[in-house]
Structure formats: structure tokens, C-alpha cells
């Protein structure tokens, strides 16, 4: 018998009782004791759901109450010192080191590879000890052993763990701690063996990144060293190939590996002919990153040569955790029909698995209702007409060149836009969103539910719009916005007014600790039947003589935060959205608006993990945001806006972009993108964020001031932009207001040094001579 396993459930429980029992004990409304017995609760119910799948070994230890790889840091006990002083119960801790204290700021926080889940950074320095300082995993195998269920434990490899935290100081590296890390992750091993457990699953989901030689050296020392005081390790990959590592892999010794055939089906020839004949081969089928159905004959056919060759020692899977997809999709009684017969939540995709494994092991005979179900729901999506819109293709087939350039080069649109804008030098704006008070949120949640009438709802955004616009002709900003309040979030409503997506009712995912988010699903080809921001936007530059400032989401960014369509390229699809945008950027154009963003804040993140595959990902990506972008003529201003990332291994990519001006997050790390701007002269205007807007603290304007001066080192002043990091929707209005007139007079200040003709020598000194010295 092929033996069926499960990498990891979603956490957040089907009505999300998770998110709702952190929430209420956060805000004291339940005791510990109380959100213990929910974690329980929840914990049990998906045991259940996992074997009522028909799963053979169901993963323990994939729970956590805030995040896995927090999780690992209290199992080894590397609390980061600056947290020394705080007592209290271990839950306490967890969610001092997630959340901050008054004193400390929380963890850091960053995204988990390519998904939208992000994961507590772990804190290195040369004083870090480990110990093994929770007992929390081994009390969950005691649990899940009491209730019967046949477990795999499950840990983040000591690899992975290292790899993924940050030193906090200079010149020393993580790697170095493996030697105290292996004795601890020996005694975490013994013990569960000595539990009785069969299996673990140890995670090394790194081996998929271009990993630098000392890393990829250390497994093997790092693996002689736990095997040999382990039950059956199985070392697990996912989100990419790693048949590069295949030799170093297949001599390891562990007792089985899992691949993820989903993301990267031809790895398995590297694998497969010479697999050693002791060590089981876990080949991850079925798509753990996305919600449709698999193709239940092709995934058959596909994995028959390796039964064939390896029997019993062929072990099923998801292609990654199931922590990426929602629940089940039994919850979408409100689905449409024909839609929802095209998809899989995790229930479902763990049922896909107990199927192939039956008709592996035991015949095709035995599962043919559910292959001809699989058959008829395949034909279905691939004949039917929903996913297919001539027009869409026809002007997708007709694109050219010239739809992908602006008129001219920037330096001529400079001039043209500003003879129409006149803005004065480092003119100040904001990144679209103005705080979302509770009153905001009541009036959209309202006209949902069909209690405001659309004529009261538009009053009330009206009302909003308006006094939005008032507080930033007070406070002297140059390029207003209207501050966003229509939307809930910025891929969603978008999203719900293009054809081709489809919303779920319960589709819910975990992006962080309580937070969830349900993403769209992109079904069909995407095209915008009318106008989504036009009214809101005209509007509002009907109350000001200021240039309003049209604020759409970018196709890069819808695409990496939606489900998307796997029976078309990524880039093909992107296009698409991208020509969507386009129509609502030309009509915004026509009613007169001046100053245009498409914000791509996701941009760096859909960046492939290894090199090979960056080239082709950047060049459909840079396609696509200037097809949206470049229907406009020269006076029209493209802003483009990122953020969460790293940029300075793309900026020439960002620079393709070819927006009039970008602004970004900086303020977080400030220096090292300040670095990528000495290094690489980017030709268009840039406004790098001065104040960090994750926090309610206000920055003064002798601080974004000093900021501004480091920036005019690798900047020139005409190229300039004055603006915060990113949108100011999670504020309150009294911090943004403060801090938005400190960055308005601290823009006013260095204007006013830079004119007088003292300043404007110093400057252009500065500036030309393109010396670089390292701001601090
Ligand atoms: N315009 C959006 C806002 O201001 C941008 C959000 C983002 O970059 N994530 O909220
Ligand atoms: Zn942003």
C-alpha cells in the first residue's frame, strides 16, 4: 500500500476560531486557560478532518498559536535577550516577541518565500544560546497519541531555522551557531522518537533557494549528526526544485524525502533512476498554493513510473503545507455551481490524495466514479465559455511595441507635465489611504448588507472624499488623493468590478497571527466592463485646484495577491489585467485627471528564488505595468508605488518600469536602498518614504529633514519626491495629521535652502559630483 501523508493543515479553524479566540484573549476578554482549550479544540477538529480525508499519517506539530517558526525560536529557546525581562507564562512571551511590549518592538516580520504568509524572523547574534525551552511540541504528540490518531511530528529543519532569521549585529554569521543549534536539535529528536512517534517530517524548504556553497556544505554535517539519535527522518522540500542538490540529497542520511512535483514536476528525473533503494521517495502531487482541482488522470499517469520503480516506498502529498489554501469548500454553499465544481480547498485536496493512492495501490477499477468525476469536471473548465472572451484575446493577440512605450522619454514628458502641473521643487504627496475610521468601515459594511441605499452610501463617501480633501489643502500637501475610502482592500475591489474573478464566502487564509485574508480568484480572462475609479476620483478633483492624484493597483500586484488560473502562463493572465488597468488609466485620463498611480507594492515579491528564472518573470512583470501604464500622452504623470522589500537587486528592472515618479518604502532601510540609488543611476523622479507609517510614532521635522538630506546625496533635488513610506489607512487621524505637516514643513525648509543661491551651489555640488558617503 502507497502510504498518504499530510505536510500541514490550515490553522485558523473553518469559522476562523482561531483569529477570533487570539482576538478576544488579546483584548482580555478570555483567560489563557479559555484559549487554550480553543488551540485544543481546534486542534482535534483538524486531526479529524485530516483522517476522515482518508490520510494515513497526519502532520502534528504544523499548529501554532501565532507562527511556526516563532514556535521553533521558544522550542530552542532563542528569545531574543532584549525580551530577557519578561516573565510570565509562555503564551505571554509568544505574543510579546509577535506583538512588542511597551518597551520592545515586536519581531520582525517577513514574508514566508513566495506566499502571503508572513513568519517571525528569528534574531541572531554571536551571544544567542539555544536549550530546549518549550514543551509544547512534545505535549501536542502526547495528544494527538491519546486520541488515537497515527502521527508524523513535524519541525522546521535546523537549516531552514537558521537560514531564515537575521543577525542583528555585523560582522558575524548565523551559520556559525549551527554547531551550539545540532546538540539541541538532537535532544528534540530523541525525544520524540523515544515517544514512539514514526516519523518526523523535517522541513528544509531552503534546499529550493540558490543557496551559497556553506550552506548547502553544512546538511550533510548537519544531518550525520541528528540521524543517528532520530526515528525515520524525512526531509522535506517545497516551493521550487531541487534536483541541483540531488546527489547531496539522495546520499543524506535520512530515511525519505519529499519533493514538490507541483512547483517542479521535472525534478523527479534527477530523483528517480537511481533512487537508494532503503529511503522512501514522498512526491507532492497535489497544489498546495492554489485552490483547483486536480486533474486526477494526468496526476495518475504521472506518478505511475515511480510506483513502478519504488512500491511501497512511494509515499503521497500536497506539493507544500496546506496553510496556503482555505479550509473546505463545502462552506461555499453560495458558489456558483459551474465555478465551484472547478475547485479544491484542503479537505477536498486531501481526498484528491486517499483517491490517487487508491488507484495506485489498488487499480484504476476501484476509483473510477471518482476519476470520471475528475474527467467531467477537467473537460468542463477547459470547454467552457466563462473562462474564454474572444475580445479579451483578440486585443491581448494585437498588442504591440508602441502600446508598450510612453510617446516620448521622460526627460520630454518632465517638461510637458510640468508646464500642466506647476509644482514647486520636492513637491509632497501621500501614497493613497487616509485613515479607515470605524465610521468608514460601518458605512461600506452597511451598503453590503443592503442597509445603506447606494444614493446614502455615495453621500457618505462624498462627506468622506471631501473632508479628506480639506485636511490636505490644510496641511499644504502639493499632489492630493482621495484617500481610498471606498476600499476595503486594494486587490479586492478591483477584483469584484473586473470580469473573471470570483469571490468566496469562507475562503480564508492566514496572513499573520490573527490576520487572515481571502483572496479572489482569477477564473477567466479579465477585462473591466466600466469605469471603477473614474467617479470617485473626478469627484474629488472637482473640490480642489490641486492636481488629484487617480489611484489604481497594478497588475503585478492583483495577480500575486489573487488565486490564479492555472491553465494559462502567470504572464499571459497578468497581461490581461494589465489591459484592464489601461482602460480605467486612459479614462481617468479623459475626465481630466493629471497625475496617475499604479501601485505594484508586490512587485518584489513575485521575484523567483533562483536566477534562472528571473529574467523571464521581470520581463513578462516590466510588460505587463507598462501596458497599463503607457496609453496616456506625455502630460499625464505615471506614479508607481512598492514596498515590504528589498529592492536594490532590481532596480534597473524598476527603472523599465518607466513610471514619471516612484515612490517607496525606505525608512525601514533607509540605508541600503540609498546604497542601490549611489550604485545605479535612476533616470526618473523617486520619493523615498521618510516616515515609517507601521508605527503611530511621529517622526519631527528635523528627523524626515536629515532624511531628506541623505537622499538629496544620491538624488538630485529636481528628481525628489516628499511623501510617507506607504498608505495611512491603519493610522488615526491625529498622528497622521501631525506627522504629514512636519514632513510638509520639512520640505518647505529644504526648498527654501536649496533656492537661495547658497544652497543651491552646495547642492548641486553634492549632487553632480556623484560622491557617495555612507549616511548613517
Ligand atoms: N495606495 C495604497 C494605500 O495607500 C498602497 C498600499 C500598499 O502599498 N500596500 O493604501
Ligand atoms: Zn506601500
Redesign the pocket.
Known sequence: MVTTHNLGFPRIGRGRELKRALEAFWAGKIDEPALREAALRLRAGRRQQQRQAGIDLVPVGDFALYDHVLATTLLVGAVPPRFAGIGGSEIELEFALARGTGEQPAMEMTKWFDTNYHYIVPEFSAATEFRVASTRLFDEIDEARACGTRSKAVLPGPLSYLYLGKETAPGFDRLDLLPQLLPVYREIVARIGAMGVEWIQIDEPILALDLPPRWTGAFATAYNELAPHAPPLLLTTYFGAVDKQAVLLKELPVAGLHLDLVRAPQQLDAFLPDYPDDKVLSLGVVDGRNVWRSDLRRTLAQLRPAYERLGERLWLAPGCSLLHVPIDLALETELDPELKQWLAFAVQKLEEIDVLRRGLSEGELVIRSELAASDRAVEARHTSSRTHDEAVRRRLARLNAADERRASPFIDRKKRQQERLRLPLLPTT????FPQTPEIRAARARFRAGALSAEDYRTSMHDEIRAVVERQEAIGLDVL?HG?AE?ND?VEYFGEQLAGFMFTRDGWVQSYGSRCVKPPIIFGDVSRPAPMTVAWTSYAQSLTERPMKG?L?GPV?ILQWSFVRDDQPRAETALQIALAIRDEVCDLERAGIGII?I?E?AFREGLPFTSDQRHDYLEWAIRAFRVASSGVGDATQIHT????SEFNDILRAIAQLDADVITI?TSRSRMELLKGFAGFDYPNDIGPGVYDIHSPRVPDEAEMLRLLETALRVIPAQRLWVNPD????TRGWPETQAALRHMVDAARVLRERLQSPAGAERLSCAVESGEYTDPV
Open positions: 501621500t501614497i493613497g489611504s488623493v481610498e476600499r486594494m489611484m493597483t500586484t498611480q501601485d507594492p508605488h512598492m514596498c515590504y518604502e506607504c498608505g495611512l489607512k
